[in-house]
């Protein structure tokens, strides 16, 4: 995120259109304590630095593609 997005907080509705998932899974998200938040009274909020950070270290990276086999000839 750019420096003008510091310090910025994200309800669930905008955390949910940042990463392009249902209100309900961010909701699951919280409830299983997979994501960084804040409670501000009864509200729950996302620093917009924190779920960056999460984003990055959630990242899974490609394994290594299996070998492929040639078939020689047609089997029937």
Do not use: C
């Not at 899974?25 to 938040?37: K, T």
């Amino acid at each position: 995120m750019s420096a003008t997005t510091t310090g910025q907080l994200l309800d669930i509705a905008g955390l949910a259109d940042r990463l392009g998932v249902g209100e309900r899974m961010v909701r699951r998200l919280v409830s299983e304590r997979r994501i960084p938040f804040l409670k501000i009274g009864r509200h729950v909020r996302f620093e917009a630095d924190a779920v960056e950070a999460w984003i990055r270290e959630s990242r899974v990276e490609p394994s290594q593609p299996f070998p492929t086999r040639t078939l020689t000839g047609a089997r029937r």
